[in-house]
């Protein structure tokens, strides 16, 4: 299979702050997304949750539904709650046809919490570590068993954040969990996402293409900004727009990666066009895509 270029609907609207974009209807997103490019969607609010009804709207566009994000709280409950939990949201990505799901644990997160500093986000003790990490791997093997892969979504504002924090859930976690790359969310912690993709390139299995406007960083940084003020200030934009080297990143993939690349840049949509954006983001990555030899093949 070859390796496909998707978008996430944040570009358009925001799930931590639906306010934002609001008044933009589900259609109209997907048809600027279709018009730029792209090949697929990541859920979002908007999506219904109903294959029967998303699966023929997703097909009138020609697009593919890439994966959603579900949030953990492995943290908070056994891991036979949490597979009691998914079933609604593994059901739907499995009929959808989906290859992973994206998790996050949002256990006492801040992220979205417009008024909390990221200095006040939780962080692991060394017990919560041991019982986080056997979770986490029981929980991915149950997805494995059901035929979806674990793609851990590290975050701004909760438990796993830095660079240091996901290689260690990497070494205490199998092949099973796999990791998606988040360029914007490693870059706003202080890592280097080209370093981490090299060095753990069997366990990428999902990446999302985020570029960071360096300014606006270090002023979140200095003045310990909430997650969601930073956003708001335009921490974030789409590739070929920040500081991120996305063609580092690029080649530190397997030249085997088949999985999503997926641009992903929380904005307000009333200050950055969307279809704009969405094409700048798209236009960069298959440029870079067709430099390398990763098998991509641009749609027309």
Known sequence: MSLRVGINPLTWSNDDMP???ADIPLEQCLREGRNAGYAGFELGHKFPRDSA???PLLARHNLALVSGW????LLQRSVAREIAAVQPHLRLLREMGCAVMVCAEVSHCIHGERHRPLSERPV?????WSAFAERLSAFASYLTDEGLTLAYHHHMGT???TDDEVRRLMAMTGPEVGLLLDTGHLTYAGGDPARLADDFR???VHLHCKDVRQPVLMRALDGDWSFLEAVLAGVFTVPGDGCVDFGAVLDALPTSYNGWVVVEAEQDPAIADPPLYAQMGYRHL?????QRPLAFEERT
């Open 19 to 21: 306010a934002l974009g």
């Open 202 to 204: 069997q366990r990428v």
């Open 286 to 290: 298959a440029q870079l895509l067709k």
């Open 70 to 73: 579900y949030s953990l709280r």
């Open 124 to 128: 692991l003790d060394e017990r919560q």
């Open 159 to 161: 438990v796993i954040e």
């Open 53 to 55: 009804v998303l699966a």
